[in-house]
């Protein structure tokens, strides 16, 4: 199966983490099939894995742990910066959200889904 983003790589199985976020509430998913291009890495879940997802997060189901996470609101995070190396990645960030704005991937409803590959 070739892959729709770039067109010139093929869809490969893989396993992948990805984290579900709704409102203040987020879970990190880890060891989830899916196709990933082996060129450009994007990546395509399969109908019943993105209902398994969402079906496991709404309920409220026991997660296997809990971990701490740290949150970084870059909006925020250039009133606070204290040292030019936090100004600079914050700068960064911003210059190239905006060269590279891509509209948010929407699965199950408003949920937005962020894909990081392992």
């Known amino acids: 199966m070739n892959c729709v983003v770039c067109t010139a790589g093929e869809m490969v199985e893989a396993k992948v983490s990805t984290c579900l976020h709704r409102d203040s509430r987020v ?5 989830v099939p ?28 026991r997660p296997t742990s809990y971990i701490t996470a740290r949150h970084f ?26 060269i590279h704005a891509e509209p948010a991937l929407d699965v199950a409803g408003s949920m937005p889904l962020l894909l990081t590959g392992t």
């Open 73 to 98: 609101d870059l909006d925020r995070l250039s009133d606070q910066a204290t040292d030019d190396v936090t100004s600079t990645a914050v700068s960064t960030f911003r210059q190239s959200a905006r």
């Open 27 to 31: 879970a990190l998913f880890t060891s």
């Open 34 to 61: 899916t196709y990933k291009c082996d060129q450009c890495g994007a990546l395509e879940f399969r109908d019943e894995i993105t209902e398994c997802l969402t079906t496991l997060f709404e309920n409220g189901a």
